[in-house]
Nanobody, 125 residues
Framework: QVQLVESGGGLVQAGGSLRLSCAAS????????MGWFRQAPGKEREFVAA????????PYADSVKGRFTISRTNAKNTVYLQMNSLQPGDTAVYYC??????????????????WGPGTQVTVSS
């Protein structure tokens, strides 16, 4: 059994920053990709960023490039999402996900077998 738990969400003013964390526990794989997705009310879940096990591959959605940074600490089975210059359009529930079938990440939600419960990020104007 694998569990993912996100933390670090909250309310922030436009232009502010937040750092999300996601810790994986249980029967994790020896190498696996992790990703962040988000879902705003009335919209489909969308890709935000992902990271390979080595940290060398980090794709981002165009909407967050230059503002968000994904990183991970494998010794702690933890992935982070540093979010800067937040905008009201970033308001959503943010989910972390783990793909134990590959070390190189994809931007497709269906490829990720494990998901956290999500953390709310609200950006006020």
């Amino acid at each position: 059994q694998v569990q993912l738990v996100e933390s670090g969400g909250g309310l922030v003013q436009a232009g502010g920053s937040l750092r999300l964390s996601c810790a994986a526990s249980g029967r994790t794989a020896s190498s696996y990709a992790m990703g962040w997705f988000r879902q705003a009310p009335g919209k489909e879940r969308e890709f935000v960023a992902a990271i390979s096990y080595s940290g060398g591959t980090k794709p981002y959605a165009d909407s967050v490039k230059g503002r968000f940074t994904i990183s991970r600490t494998n010794a702690k089975n933890t992935v982070y999402l540093q979010m800067n210059s937040l905008q009201p359009g970033d308001t959503a529930v943010y989910y972390c996900a783990a793909d134990f079938s590959r070390a190189i990440p994809t931007n497709t939600p269906g490829q990720y077998a494990y998901w956290g419960p999500g953390t709310q990020v609200t950006v006020s104007s």
